[in-house]
């Protein structure tokens, strides 16, 4: 079971970035995915989540209408695409593997990548 974070980096306020995550080892459609930050000094924080099937998906009042996740089962892959990005989305994000195919919220994290780095800062 792997899971590998592409797409980080440093942007300015306001800019866009797409983060991807590539799943291998594991039935994709089967499990909900998510995407957690760990800011500096800071504990996990749950950002948002997907279902299996990619019809339910659920963000943190943080990042409401400005992140967006998708997933395509076709490729094995999960994406976060974010926008209007500020200075407090500044972080290593990374993607987890729920243990159901409906657990798209919290910051358990049974599998999860080695993390992509974000940073906005101008």
């Known amino acids: 079971v792997q899971l590998v974070e592409s797409g980080g980096g440093l942007v300015q306020p306001g800019d866009s970035l797409r983060l991807s995550c590539a799943a291998s080892g594991f039935p994709f459609n089967v499990f909900a995915m998510k995407w957690l930050r760990q800011a500096p000094g800071k504990g996990l924080e749950w950002v948002s989540g997907i279902d299996g099937g990619g019809t339910l998906t659920n963000y943190a009042d943080s990042v409401k209408g400005r992140l967006t996740i998708s997933r395509d089962n076709a490729k094995n892959e999960v994406y976060l695409h974010m926008s209007s990005l500020k200075p407090e989305d500044t972080a290593m994000y990374f993607c987890?593997?729920?243990?159901?195919?409906?657990?798209?919220?919290?910051?358990?994290?049974?599998?999860r990548g080695q993390g992509t780095q974000v940073i906005v800062s101008s």
């Open positions: 987890v593997r729920s243990n159901t195919p409906n657990g798209v919220v919290g910051t358990a994290a049974p599998v």
